[in-house]
Nanobody, 116 residues
Framework: QVHVAESGGGLVQNGGSLRLSCTAS????????SHWYRQAPGKERELVAR???????DYADFVKGRFTISRDNANNQVYLQMSSLKPEDTAVYFC??????????WGQGIQVTVSS
């Protein structure tokens, strides 16, 4: 059984910063790819950023230059540093981790609210 938990969300002012963390735990679990998605009210879930086990990352155009994804392989953790936040970044942010067997596990999501 693999459990994925996000933390670090909350309310921040326009232009502010937040750092999201995601921890995957489970017996003998080892992360392969790691992703952050988000879903705003009334919208579909969308990919924000992803990172491979070797550290190669890419980003959605709407966060390039503002968000940074990173990971700690030893502890099965992935992070999303968010800077220059905008009201349109308000959403529930979800972590998706992929196991070495290519099985995906979602976290429950965490709210990020950016006030204008």
């Amino acid at each position: 059984q693999v459990h994925v938990a996000e933390s670090g969300g909350g309310l921040v002012q326009n232009g502010g910063s937040l750092r999201l963390s995601c921890t995957a735990s489970g017996s003998s679990f080892s992360m392969s790819g790691s992703h952050w998605y988000r879903q705003a009210p009334g919208k579909e879930r969308e990919l924000v950023a992803r990172i491979t086990s070797s550290g190669t990352s890419d980003y959605a155009d709407f966060v390039k230059g503002r968000f940074t994804i990173s990971r700690d392989n030893a502890n099965n953790q992935v992070y999303l540093q968010m800077s220059s936040l905008k009201p349109e970044d308000t959403a529930v942010y979800f972590c998706l981790v992929i196991s070495q067997r290519a099985v995906g596990y979602w976290g429950q999501g965490i709210q990020v609210t950016v006030s204008s």
